[in-house]
């Protein structure tokens, strides 16, 4: 039989998990896509490299300990927005971007098989249309992300852009996949999405010269993430991405903490 205070111990216990609120998001597992930022941190050959400085990490005379650091990094690099005023004059700046098109329900084109034998491969129109063949047309408003499996290679520089090399004569050797301009153009044109991304440094393919997906895209004020994180660990549908840059007034890009919630039946 139990006690009087064990009694009154459940009954407390019934009382504050019956009123405990129901979580806002649905039931499902949380996915970090982001790379984190450190002297490792992959940026393009030409662009101010992520540097840390600690200013202070000890002890106080007051006793307390107390940490800070400063931090300095070109706006395009590791896991990071484009946002379409980067290769569209007149488009929107990091800052102007709504937060209904930072949020949305993914779609996952898987090309990985192809981009492993190819590293010069660009996703086409008909990657798209083999997707929409088996899981339906690419819903409104969708978040685009494109999974090349080159995010295995994260931070290895020399595998992940096909060049060790720093400096201008790097970007002639850059080796990786990206999105097609035809595609783009088909997108653009016949589907409404958010935004698109992928696992590598670019929206355009390492040898590309004039980025015209970039300017495809961005001239319709659609935004890209780029050096996307474990795209592996979503289902090619049923993800929900939030995608949020440091608000940087003006900016043509800038640090990106993205990630993904898959609903539990995606599990």
């Known amino acids: 039989m139990l006690s009087k205070s064990k009694c009154y111990l459940l009954l407390g216990l019934t009382l504050i998990i019956g009123c405990a609120k129901p979580s806002p998001f649905p039931a499902g597992r949380w996915v970090d896509l982001s790379h984190d930022f450190s002297s490792e941190t992959i940026y393009w050959p030409t662009a101010t490299p992520f540097k840390l400085e600690i200013v202070s990490a000890a002890r106080t005379p007051a006793g307390f300990y107390y940490a800070a650091n400063n931090f300095c990094a070109a706006e395009h690099g590791g896991t990071h927005l ?50 929409e063949s088996r899981h339906g047309k690419i819903p409104d408003k969708a978040i685009v992300l494109l ?22 004569e790097a970007v002639a050797e850059l ?7 035809e595609a783009a153009r088909w997108l653009v044109a016949n589907r409404q999405i958010n935004a698109i991304g992928l696992d590598t440094p670019s929206i355009d393919y390492g040898q590309s010269q004039l980025f ?23 289902p090619a549908t049923g993800a929900l991405v939030i995608a949020l840059p440091m608000k940087i007034k003006g900016g043509s890009g800038g640090p990106l903490r993205i990630i993904a919630l898959v609903s539990e039946k995606n599990n």
């Open 82 to 131: 484009d946002s379409p005023i980067h290769f569209a004059e007149g488009r929107k700046t990091v800052d102007q971007l709504p937060l209904e098109q930072l949020i949305g329900n993914a779609i996952v084109v898987d090309v990985s098989e192809k981009a492993q034998t190819d590293r010069d491969y660009q996703i086409s129109a008909d990657d798209f249309a083999a997707w």
């Open 147 to 168: 999974r090349t499996g080159y995010g295995k290679f994260w931070p290895d520089r020399l595998k992940y852009l096909g060049t060790d090399k720093l400096g201008p």
């Open 175 to 181: 080796h990786f996949p990206g999105l097609h301009p």
């Open 212 to 234: 015209e997906s970039h300017q495809i895209l961005f001239d319709k004020n659609i935004p890209a993430f780029e050096n996307v994180a474990n795209l592996d660990q979503l």
